[in-house]
Structure formats: C-alpha cells, structure tokens
C-alpha cells in the first residue's frame, strides 16, 4: 500500500488513480474525513493527517511500501520562509518515526539554485529530506502548464493573454500536473537505494506565444499575447494581496534570465505523454482539436 499527500489535487489525486489503475493499495491523506469519503468509495483506506502535527501524519506513514509527500505551495511567504520551514520540520519528523519503504518527494525545477526566489522552500524541503536514511526519489517537474488556468478569463473574454514570463517568443521547460502524478506514481512502484533526482518535462518546451496559440485552437478565435512590463509587476501582485511578491518576481525572472532550469537543459529529464492542448482544454471544458 502506497500513502498519498495532496490525494484531493490535481497531483496528488493523479498519483492516486495511477496506482489504483495498477490493482495498487492507496491510503489517502485527508485533513477531513469528508474529503476522503470519494476515495474511501473507490476502495482506498483513508487517514486524517495534515503538516500541523507529525503524530497523526507518521501514523498514516507507518507500514507503507512507499509515500508520496508534498508541501502546500506557499505562494506568499513571509520574508525567509517561516511557513514551509515549519511545515518541512513537522513532515521530517512524521518520516523519522514511521520510516517507510521508500518516499517520492514533490520538489521542483530550481530546487537545485540558491540564489533568492520563491522555489528555495523545496530546497529547503530537498536538504530536510536528505538526511533521512531510506530511499528518497525526487521529483523535480518543470512549470505546470495547467498555471494557465489563470489566463482563462481573459482568454475567453478579451482574446488576450498577459504574460510575465518574457520574451514571449522563448521557450521554457513545461509539463502538464497529469503526467507529474502518473510520473510520481510510476517511481513510487520502482526499486532504488539511497537517493536520487529525476526531472519532468514535456517533450517540447512551450513558450507564451505557444499557450496563446493552444488557447486560439480551443477557442476557435485568435488570442494574443501581451508582456506585462517588469516595473508593473510588484504594484499587480500587490493589488492581487500579495503581501511580500519579491520571491514570486525573483522565480519568474529566474525562469525568464534562465538560471531556472535544468543543468543540462532536460536533456535528462523524463518526458510527459499530456500535450498542451489537452491541458488549455481540459481548463476550458471543451474539447482538445
């Protein structure tokens, strides 16, 4: 039987069905019994654990031939990451006591860059992990197309999207959470000593200018993109209620100047199988053409 973090999302809950669709044990992690109630239907045990008491979460750990562990994103952190700190320590201690098998750990694309921006937590997560003498897989994915999410509206109504990911034209490491989920249940099922780094990718790296044309095919209309001015960004996120957006603006123009990605440009990485336009569909409710 494999435990499962964030079993309610897009990950996790692909995690999940992966494992189910193998004649796999699941044990979903909850925070509520009645968010495990659709799992617990499709025959999965259920526990309610959550990253504010390692107790419960070790319980949920303990006898498992492997776990899938994440963090909550924490897009807003308070300046040196007090929130995930907190969190990473209370997820260490869950995994000193119950010691399973094996652990699959969502980090991310940059978690091996130490210059400031948003992406440190998961190298603090990484470097908290690491010390733990059981096999460690992590899962290093680059960014999410299913962030377009974002850009429905104004796709939908205005026939634009806004991008602070620049130039538009430039093509960055993308993948879809689907196949990070079906990745993540893939390693969880593989047998390895001590540990490791595997990054995720699509096949072909996606620029705006690619998301706005996927955004046109699935709209039938056309959709353009516009750069959102670098001097604009803080006052936006600000008015968004971000209350310290600095790491935020360090990790995309970590993304946009190139020292976030890949060491050798993924040529490494695993590859997804979930194309673009699956994903602008799926967030579109329509159709992929």
């Not at 992990?129 to 429905?152: C, H, K, Q, S, Y």
């Amino acid at each position: 039987m494999f435990a499962i973090m964030g079993i309610t999302g897009n990950v996790g809950g692909a995690v999940a069905r992966t494992l189910l669709d193998a004649g796999r044990g699941v044990r979903a992690i909850v925070r509520e019994p009645a968010k495990g109630a659709s799992w617990a239907a499709e025959g999965c045990d259920t526990a309610v654990a959550d990253l504010e008491a390692a107790g419960p979460l070790a319980t949920a750990f303990e006898g498992m031939e492997g776990v899938f562990v994440m963090l909550p994103p924490i897009f807003d952190p308070s300046p040196g990451f007090p929130e995930a700190d907190a969190k990473i320590a209370i997820l260490r201690q869950a995994l000193e006591r119950s010691r399973p098998a094996k652990v699959v750990v969502l980090s991310t694309i940059g978690a091996d860059v130490d210059r400031p921006n948003l992406l440190n937590q998961l190298r603090r997560l990484e470097t908290a992990v690491a010390e733990l003498p059981v096999p460690v897989t992590f899962l290093r994915p680059a960014w999410f197309m299913d962030n377009a999410a974002g850009d429905v509206v104004s796709a939908r109504d205005e026939g634009v999207i806004r991008s602070h990911l620049q130039p538009i034209a430039h093509p960055l490491p993308m993948v879809a959470a689907a196949d990070v989920g079906r990745t993540a249940a893939e390693i969880l099922q593989e047998q390895w000593e001590g540990h490791r780094v595997i990054e995720l990718e699509a096949p072909q790296r996606i620029s705006p200018l690619d998301l706005a044309a996927a955004f046109s095919r699935a709209l039938d209309r056309e959709v353009r993109v516009e750069a959102v001015p670098r001097e604009r960004w803080e006052a936006e996120f600000r008015a968004q209620g971000m209350r310290n957006p600095l790491p935020r603006i360090q990790m995309i123009e970590g993304f946009n100047e190139g020292w976030i990605d890949y060491p050798d440009r993924g040529a490494s990485a695993r590859k997804g199988r979930v194309a673009l336009d699956e994903v602008i569909a799926a967030l579109l409710g329509t159709k992929a053409r």
